[in-house]
């Protein structure tokens, strides 16, 4: 399972280099269909944002899954993972 969790993510982060490496205006807008507010305005420097603040979320909903199985957490912070 961990190994299947690896290679999406890998496919995932393929996905989103390419896509920003051909972006040239980080405030350029786009549009999209949110499931509660209907059509949305977002730049691309709001959806970074709102893809490192979510990551931050589920790290956070991981480690306390850990903790309530009696495991150690794990560090949330992304400084932690853009230093890896």
Known sequence: MIKNLEVLYEE?????YHF????????HT????HPQ???CAFTLV????????H???????ISAMLH???ERGVPTDYV???MK
């Open 12 to 16: 995932l982060s393929t996905e989103y």
């Open 20 to 27: 920003f490496s051909h972006q040239n205006n980080p405030e």
């Open 30 to 33: 786009i549009t999209a269909e």
């Open 37 to 39: 507010y209907g059509l």
């Open 46 to 53: 709001d959806l970074v944002h709102h893809v490192v603040n």
């Open 55 to 61: 990551g931050t979320y589920h790290r956070g909903n």
């Open 68 to 70: 309530q199985q009696g």
């Open 80 to 82: 932690y993972f853009a």
